[in-house]
């Protein structure tokens, strides 16, 4: 009876200690190099956290915000080539970080796993990721980064803006900078402020305007404008039996830009809703300048600045 109490307890110990290793190989894996690069392809970090690295990936991770603010302060976004090479930086920066999961795991090749190393884990820290990404983006791109792009859809600023371009907006612009007449700017339409115009800045507050037979005066002297296009030839008078605001068109004024506001046109002369029909434009409907075109369809216009 002792013998066979003694080959049940061995047996119980034995089966014990198998059981034991068996739970400890499962805990033991083996790291796949693509899966760390794809999760750290996906977000910045999460491919560290699949080798075990935890505190790694969430560094990474963070880093990613942090490059984007350093690289705010260069002014980079405000010139089309140094978006590119702002751009680059990034894609570098985040081809590190791909990288550096897939070798790590290489090296690694087995790790015991940690609690965090589940699939639903992977797939949290994705979904959070992707919400903070999607929340963040617009103070990062609009408050940070102070840029904005735009789809221009009109035809009232040809030939300077064609419809179809998409131009970047320095939202930080008149922050550091005095509003300055021939400024292109993006401002809210008085009318509808949840729209926004773009229009060009021909008069400042205090100066005489007036528009006489399509020729802009200020403060009585023709201004030149290398910028605009009259595609009617025909002037419509004030003498004319059209009506007061067809007139307007070619015949304006004159009269003074009152305090606070400017006085805003487009290029396309005679095909623009401006200050000549919705009156003047206040100051503080200004959110920043054109800086310029990064795609068209016309690829010649890619990069240029906007002036």
């Not at 061995?10 to 999760?39: H, Q």
């Not at 959070?128 to 789809?151: E, M, P, R, W």
Request: charged fraction near 25%; glycine fraction near 6%; include cysteine.
């Amino acid at each position: 009876m002792t013998d066979m109490g003694s080959e049940i307890s061995s047996e119980i110990v034995r089966i014990g200690g198998l059981f034991k290793r068996k739970k400890m190989t499962m805990r033991i894996k083996k790291r796949k190099p693509i899966i760390a690069a794809l999760l750290s392809s996906t977000v910045p970090g999460l491919g560290q956290a699949y080798n075990g690295q935890i505190i790694k990936g969430g560094i990474f991770f963070l880093a990613t915000f942090l490059l984007l603010f350093f690289l705010s302060l260069t002014g980079l976004q405000f010139q089309f080539y140094g978006m590119i090479a702002l751009i680059l930086l990034v894609l570098f920066f985040w081809m590190f970080i791909t990288g550096e999961a897939f070798f790590a795991a290489v090296k690694i090749k087995e790790t015991t796993l940690k609690q965090y190393n589940k699939w639903y884990i992977y797939l949290l820290l994705a979904l959070l990721a992707f919400g903070i990404d999607i929340i963040t983006t617009d103070f990062f791109v609009n408050k940070v980064l102070s840029i904005q792009s735009y789809k221009f859809v009109t035809k009232s600023m040809q030939p300077t803006l064609l419809k179809g371009d998409y131009i970047m907006v320095n939202l930080k612009y008149f922050k550091t900078k005095d509003l300055q007449r021939g400024d292109l700017v993006i401002f809210k339409y008085p009318k509808e402020p949840s729209k926004d115009f773009l229009k060009r800045v021909i008069a400042m507050e205090g100066d005489k305007l007036e528009i006489k037979n399509k020729q802009v005066y200020i403060n009585d002297k023709p201004i030149t404008e290398d910028y605009k296009i009259h595609l009617d030839s025909m002037v419509i008078s004030k003498k004319d039996d059209s009506p007061y605001y067809d007139s307007m068109r070619d015949n304006f004024g004159p009269e003074h830009v009152p305090s606070d506001h400017c006085f805003v046109l487009g290029d396309n002369r005679d095909r623009s809703l401006d200050s000549r029909y919705w009156g003047y434009l206040p100051l503080h409907n200004i959110k920043g300048k054109a800086a310029y075109v990064y795609w068209s369809k016309d690829i010649l216009r890619i990069g240029m600045k906007l002036k």
